[in-house]
């Protein structure tokens, strides 16, 4: 971006003078309209582009930085889309293995992260099993571990936990389930995402 600084050698003039260009307001007009607020409309600008210039998008309810290099519009933050109505992916899940799950049929393309329920089905008396595993490919370092815990009780224990998964382009993330040995089983279902 080019300095928007006022030099020395300028003057200083506020808007709407007949025949010299508003220094004053030169820097504050890049990413904020007249009234002081944000820009923003319901489409990005097309002209007067700055690198890092911030834009609100009312149509999507969500803040953008232009990244001159790239020439598109990114996204602050992450926004999270709650789905209507949750959807099973993994049902009754015992795969001890890495197993692949797709999220393309849930989950828009350009979807970073979907949010999942996980339900725990812990028999009577299984110690923190079963455990379940996420990652989002074979190349992730990183795992999350859902576990549940120990119970004595005469019935089946269920919990219920959120967690968020990071996709790939593809839409799919792998899990596995330790079961120790035990009978417990784990239902995923889709929740949202970002």
Sequence with gaps: MAQQIINYDE??????????????????LISHAANGGIRNGAAFPASGLEDRMAFYRTDLDRMYVYDLGDTAWRPLGAAIQWLASATVIISSGTAATWTSVDCSSVV???????????????????????????????????????????????????????????????????????????????TVKAVGYM
């Design 108 to 186: 828009p393309a350009g979807t970073g992260a979907v949010i999942l329920e996980v339900e725990l089905i812990i028999p009577t008396g299984t110690a923190r099993l079963p455990i379940f595993f996420v990652r989002q490919d074979a190349t992730s370092a990183a795992e999350l571990r859902v576990r549940a815990p120990y119970q004595e009780s005469s019935s089946n224990l269920n919990t219920h936990h959120q967690v968020i998964v990071a996709l790939d382009d593809d839409r799919t993330f792998d899990y596995k389930v330790d079961q120790g040995g035990q009978s417990g089983q784990v």
């Design 11 to 28: 003057e200083m003039v506020g808007a709407n003078h007949p025949t010299k260009d508003d220094t004053l307001n030169r820097g504050f």
